[in-house]
């Protein structure tokens, strides 16, 4: 079949123009990979060739992870209110853009226009829920076993986030991982997967919109194992939370192994598995604190298993 590009068609029926875009963000700013390689992203329904965007790699996730690492500083220093009216203005962005991006996720991932509605809903809902809980994060008073002492307990974040989503909820994933970071104050470094990045780039439009500041949040497109290596080996990187395939999960889980001061969340997909999973405490090593940043379960169901 002959592959025309859609950006004239499936997004052209955009309000939004701006919502498309076919670079990576990082640092606040929409860039090419070094190298200008490219990657093609297709309508899965029709093979048609909706666009390309850079096939970032190590060199990219590194400058997108020291962005982040530098706006760590200002964005931890807000308050758990500022950050949340940031965030509620992401997720009022968010739902007035609800045609604009389920039409970006059903011409990248291919579900129907009205399950591609549902999501952008659900994910909204993600990044309010977190808002309101990030104002939540309280810490305690533990009886101390000394008469003259007083255990004080608060909660830190604990920085840099690596953040690999799959294809087939490429908003909702994005969403309830990314907005759970932020509301607690750490920046985020996503890579999307390859078949649908559309849907993270038109939320980085929407982020900088809410006034997300630059370095927060940033999405880098590309070679999955050179981005995944690069998060899992730079000291930088405080957690990764994955969702994709046993292999894949075994393997970062290994990588991430070797630094301590890691914590890799991994819900994992079989052949014929049904997996629930809950995020893992976050552990800050500086000040020895559990971080109580939780995410809503995760439930994969196949027909096989039924």
């Known amino acids: 079949m002959k592959r025309n590009s ?5 997004m052209k029926l955009l309000n939004d123009k701006n919502l498309f875009r076919q670079q990576c963000y990082i640092n606040g700013k929409w860039r090419d990979g070094e190298d200008g390689k490219t990657l093609a992203v297709n309508n899965p329904a029709t093979d048609e060739l909706l ?15 020291q962005a982040a690492s530098n706006a760590w500083s200002t964005w931890r220093a807000k308050t758990a209110l500022e950050r949340a009216d940031i965030m509620q ?7 007035e853009s609800r045609e604009d991006l389920a039409r970006i996720l059903t011409a990248e991932q291919g579900k129907p226009l009205a399950e591609a509605r549902g999501e952008i809903g659900f994910a909204s809902s993600f990044i309010r829920w977190f808002a309101e809980e990030g104002r939540r994060a309280y810490g305690d008073i533990i009886p101390a076993p000394w008469p003259n002492k007083r255990i004080i307990v608060t909660r830190e974040p604990v920085g840099v986030v690596g953040i690999i989503t799959p294809w087939n909820f490429p908003t909702a994933m994005i969403a309830r991982k990314a907005a759970a970071a932020l509301a607690v104050g750490c920046p985020v470094v996503i890579k999307p997967a390859s078949q649908t990045p559309y849907s993270a780039l038109a939320m980085a439009v929407l982020a900088e919109r809410a006034g997300v500041p630059a370095g927060v949040f940033n999405v880098v497109t590309g070679s999955a194992r050179e981005i995944a290596d690069e998060m899992t080996s730079n000291p930088l990187v405080r957690k990764i939370s994955f969702t994709g395939s046993t292999e894949i999960g075994k393997e970062l889980m290994q990588k991430s192994s070797k630094t301590l001061n890691r914590l890799l969340k991994k819900s994992l997909c079989g052949s014929a598995g049904s997996i629930s999973g809950d995020v893992l405490t976050w552990i800050d090593p500086s000040f020895s604190i559990l971080e109580p940043l939780r995410e809503s379960f995760l439930a994969v169901h196949f027909a096989s298993r039924v």
């Open 89 to 95: 203005r992401w997720y009022a962005l968010m739902l």
């Open 51 to 65: 666009g390309t965007v850079p096939k970032a790699g190590a060199r990219e996730t590194t400058v997108a992870i």
């Open 6 to 10: 859609t950006k004239k068609n499936a």
